[in-house]
């Protein structure tokens, strides 16, 4: 392994964990949103959270590029405002695979979120409890296990995104290429070696991911 | 305390639940059939459903008020509600439980000391386990203890004992008046079970379909339904106050009266001394023209006050020193030739005669 290489791989791993804390705040709050309070507007919110998942990679990643370009709605006010470069540089990167791994966190933590028991949280109540207090001791806790596979998920898929990242961030070596992209290079440029240790990287990284999921939840399972 | 209930309306899938009442016992039962309405009640008073309209007011401390926009927070009512699931939190352990809904002033602030109620329902044992670990009626007792501790002025319970065997009944029964007596505390107590009401309630509020039925005190209730449903809820037709007087090879005499009656007295907490003594009208026989020996401990002589039809069966009220419904056919009392004013003789089988224990 190479230097580079090396970069590429931490890179990668950096990023897709990032992506996978960014997305925890909005990701839980509209999962609890969505799994314990009736609004208008609910089932368009849980469509636009999911579109990326059915959405092609590469359709998402175009979308993207023009809210985030510095001609874009968001991308023009971060530039002009904030000084700020989101498309082309590791922060399109972190854009790409968070919009991407979103509808997985979302999901999972929706699904634990209403396998809690709300009589719980009535009960909390009846004892002083307020809505913070009701979070953060009853529905966190016993959402976690839920909430942490959907991290799990969310991590994995960042790991392989490639579709939308290289719409936003293209493949620059060194500042926005990730193992996806690195891969797909090298077999395009013939250098299968390179290509080959980058895969093994990955099948290690995503065998780490999936075995640790598994791990957890099986010791979690073992508590009553 | 009293519980002011006041142009309660409730929406409930099929019916409304809709009732105003007023409510001065130290426990009040809620009785009736299940989907009356009595959860909903519960939840209702504890803040965790939203009436169309209501007025309640709990003591001098208005709880809701739609009329006027008054909504008071579940977590502020300071209601303590143990509902039929208990609903004990299972990540926690017992103790973590029974802290959970203590205020931030710690022990002082507590109208009841963690010790006192530890001690009182003997969780003692259990403090260190998982909740998931206790049995039936160790988990009622930490769901009774966890409620408690948070120092309500309100006691909500639905239906505490149906999830526990007889024999535990008879322990948990005993806290709960203690629980009264020792702490002042009101309580609500929700129950399809009319012998468990009569037992620990000094008031009953009868709920049918969402609407109240009778209140009143729990004597009054059962031996004077206001109506046909109520009467069909309880089914008793005789329900007498009495003294044991002997309890001997699980066989009590009791006094109601002058009358003394020999029953079945198994599975009476030890010491009752004062009971209801609640008999069946089916479960009489009458006979006419002189007593005869019969299996029956119980010969009552006695005098007919008047014969009424109900149904297919005829009501015969007697005089046996006490009032006592008698229900037979149409034909039985055609053969008999029963008028008001005939001397006969009631027999009732020892087992047939159901002794309750009373709230003194």
């Known amino acids: 392994m190479t230097a580079a290489e090396w970069q590429i791989v931490w890179f990668t791993a950096w990023v897709a964990a990032l992506s996978s804390l960014a997305i925890l705040p909005a990701g839980l709050a509209a999962?609890?949103?969505?799994?314990?309070?009736?609004?208008?507007?609910?089932?368009?919110?849980?469509?636009?959270?999911?579109?990326?998942?059915?959405?092609?990679?590469?359709?998402?990643?175009?979308?993207?590029?023009?809210?985030?370009?510095?001609?874009?709605?968001?991308?023009?006010?971060?530039?002009d405002r904030l000084d700020l470069d989101v498309v082309f540089t590791w922060r399109g990167v972190l854009l790409a695979l968070s919009v991407m791994s979103m509808p997985l966190l979302?999901?999972?933590?929706?699904?634990?979120?209403e396998e809690v028991d709300p009589r719980l949280e009535q009960i909390a109540r009846t004892l002083g409890a307020g809505n913070l207090r009701v979070f953060y001791t009853i529905t966190l806790p016993l959402a976690a296990r839920g909430i942490i596979g959907g991290m799990i998920l969310a991590f994995a898929r960042a790991l392989g995104?490639?579709?939308?990242?290289?719409?936003?961030?293209?493949?620059?070596?060194?500042?926005?290429?990730?193992?996806?992209?690195?891969?797909?290079?090298?077999v395009q440029l013939g250098d299968d070696a390179h290509a080959f240790r980058l895969l093994g990287v990955s099948v290690a990284l995503a065998f780490i991911a999936v075995w640790g999921s598994e791990l957890l939840l099986r010791t979690s399972r073992q508590k009553p | 305390m009293s519980l002011l209930l006041r142009h309660v309306r409730l929406a409930l899938g099929t019916f409304n639940l809709e009732l105003d009442a007023e409510l001065h016992g130290r426990i009040t039962a809620v009785l009736g059939p299940s989907g009356a309405g009595k959860t909903s009640l519960m939840e209702l008073v504890a803040g965790l459903r939203r009436p169309q309209s209501a007025f309640i007011q709990l003591g001098d401390r208005v709880l809701t008020d739609t009329a006027r926009g008054v909504d008071l927070a579940t977590r502020h009512r300071g209601i303590g509600y143990v509902p039929q699931d208990l609903a004990l939190f299972p990540q926690l352990s017992v103790r973590q439980n029974l802290r959970y809904g203590r205020r931030a002033g710690g022990e002082a602030d507590s109208l009841f000391g963690f010790e006192r109620i530890v001690e009182l329902l003997e969780i003692q044992p259990l403090l260190h386990r998982g909740v998931t670990e206790l049995s039936g009626g160790e988990k009622q007792r930490v769901a009774l203890a966890r409620a408690l501790l948070a120092s309500p002025r309100l006691l909500l319970l639905d239906e505490p004992l149906s999830s526990l065997d007889a024999k535990l009944r008879a322990r948990i029964l005993p806290c709960l008046a203690r629980i009264r007596d020792e702490f002042q505390l009101p309580?609500?107590?929700?129950?399809?079970?009319?012998?468990?009401?009569?037992?620990i309630a000094d008031e009953m509020v009868v709920l049918i379909d969402g609407r109240v039925a009778q209140t009143g005190t729990a004597q009054e209730v059962f031996s004077r339904p206001a109506n046909l449903d109520v009467a069909g809820l309880f089914t008793v037709e005789t329900v007498?106050?009495?003294?044991?007087?002997?309890?001997?090879?699980?066989?009590?005499?009791?006094?109601?009266?002058?009358?003394?009656?020999?029953?079945?007295?198994?599975?009476l907490p030890a010491n009752t001394r004062e009971v209801y003594v609640c008999i069946r009208a089916e479960d009489v026989i009458l006979l006419k023209g002189g007593d005869s020996p019969s299996s029956a401990r119980n010969h009552l002589a006695a005098t007919v006050k008047s014969v009424s039809r109900e149904g297919p069966f005829v009501r015969v009220d007697v005089d046996c020193g006490f009032p006592l419904t008698v229900l037979l056919t149409r034909r039985a009392r055609e053969e008999m030739a029963i008028e008001p004013g005939?001397?006969?003789?009631?027999?009732?089988?020892?087992?047939?005669?159901?002794l309750i224990p009373r709230p003194a």
Do not use: C
Request: avoid cysteine; aromatic fraction near 6%; proline fraction near 4%.
């Open chain 1, 161 to 186: 995104e490639f579709g939308a990242t290289i719409m936003v961030a293209g493949n620059i070596p060194g500042r926005t290429s990730t193992l996806s992209l690195a891969i797909y290079q090298n």
């Open chain 2, 342 to 354: 005939d001397r006969v003789v009631a027999l009732v089988k020892a087992p047939q005669i159901h």
């Open chain 1, 31 to 79: 999962a609890w949103l969505l799994a314990r309070r009736d609004w208008p507007g609910k089932s368009v919110l849980e469509t636009l959270i999911s579109l990326p998942l059915v959405l092609p990679p590469v359709a998402t990643g175009l979308i993207l590029l023009q809210l985030f370009g510095r001609r874009g709605a968001i991308g023009g006010f971060l530039h």
């Open chain 1, 106 to 113: 979302v999901r999972s933590a929706r699904v634990a979120f």
């Open chain 2, 240 to 267: 007498q106050t009495g003294r044991i007087v002997n309890l001997a090879d699980d066989l009590a005499t009791v006094a109601v009266g002058s009358t003394l009656l020999t029953a079945v007295g198994r599975n």
């Open chain 2, 187 to 199: 309580i609500l107590y929700v129950t399809h079970d009319r012998f468990e009401a009569l037992s």
